[in-house]
């Protein structure tokens, strides 16, 4: 059914008359009543009693107008939404983030994205290493605040900031008195290491740090979140070389201490797809700068 038809039904019905109707319309009489003709030809019935008084509705006209305004204020409505989620206001937001940046980064984020942005549905689903990738790949999350950033040629890559590399290690540790740790003091001790998932091992921030020093970490252990690195540190089984933002999240008994002439960093990334084109990304992006610049 022609929705247009269904305004001119509607207002000769609120009018009871052609030419009154018209008017409000803007056109001239003979072609509404044409189109009135051809709505009662579709629904099979008469929508008017015609007399001098005017038009008055029949049952199944009067049947047809609680629901032709129904529709017309869910057609209203639809392209008010659809102009709103096209202008950034309304919509839904899916945020994925990595562990290390939990309390680093949501704490300041959220807040930020709840004012810029208060028609949004927002969700936030944790990604790890493995993860990210694929979450953002089939759509399940619409961006992801990553650390490093991903290397993928469908996925989109806007740098926010970096964290510097720190020591993580049990409080007990003899290293653990220093203020500063100098990297010649890593050599030979057992490291527990978090390779990027995209690259090979042998690529990492980590391992690029230590071999510019000389160091030779011998790996106990790979795994794939900060939060297990942390829990093999705590249970004494080697130490960890983490972005400073990790001893947010560090439980008690995990010190963190700055490596002595080691300036190398870690990148937070936004990433989302390339084919990507809501509006929302571009507001994420400038309210994941402002909660960076915070931390």
């Given at each position: ?5 269904l ?17 409000r319309?803007r056109?001239a009489?003979?072609p509404?009543s044409?189109?009135i ?6 629904i ?16 199944a006209?009067?049947?047809?107008l ?9 057609a ?5 939404a ?21 309390n680093?980064?949501?704490p ?6 709840r ?34 950033a ?15 590399f720190?020591?993580?290690m ?6 653990a ?8 003091r ?8 978090l ?15 230590l ?13 794939e ?5 942390m ?12 972005p ?5 999240g560090?439980p ?22 390339r ?21």
């Open positions: 059914m022609d929705l247009r038809r305004r001119y039904f509607v207002a000769v019905a609120e009018a009871r008359s052609l030419g009154k109707a018209a008017e319309l056109m009489q003979p509404l044409v189109q003709r051809k709505l009662e030809a579709e099979g019935a008469p929508l008017f009693h015609r007399g001098t008084r005017g038009m008055d509705l029949t049952e006209g009067q049947a047809l609680a629901r032709a305004s129904e529709a017309m204020a869910l209203a409505d639809g392209v008010e659809a102009r709103a989620v096209a202008a950034g206001k309304r919509g839904r937001l899916s945020v994925g983030y990595m562990f290390v940046l939990a680093a980064m949501l300041r984020l959220i807040p930020e994205l004012r810029s942005v208060p028609g949004v549905d927002l969700e936030f689903a944790e990604l790890s290493a493995s993860t990210r990738e694929a979450r953002l790949l089939d759509r399940s999350v619409t961006v992801a605040l990553c650390m490093p991903i290397n993928h040629p469908e996925i989109q890559v806007a740098r926010i900031g970096a964290q510097p720190m020591l993580a049990p409080i007990r540790s003899p290293l008195r220093l203020a500063a740790v100098p990297m010649a890593l050599q030979g001790r057992p490291l527990i290491a390779p990027p998932p995209e690259q090979d091992p042998a690529s990492s921030a980590v391992a690029a740090l071999r510019r020093h000389q160091v030779v970490m011998p790996i106990m252990s790979r795994v979140t900060v939060h297990s690195a829990s093999l540190v705590l249970a004494g089984e080697g130490l960890a070389i983490l400073a933002c990790a001893r947010l560090a008690r008994g995990i010190v963190f201490r700055p490596l002595r002439d080691a300036t190398d960093s870690l990148d937070i990334a936004v990433c989302w797809r084919d990507s084109h809501s509006p929302l990304i571009g507001t994420f992006l400038k309210c994941a700068e402002k909660a960076v610049a915070r931390m």
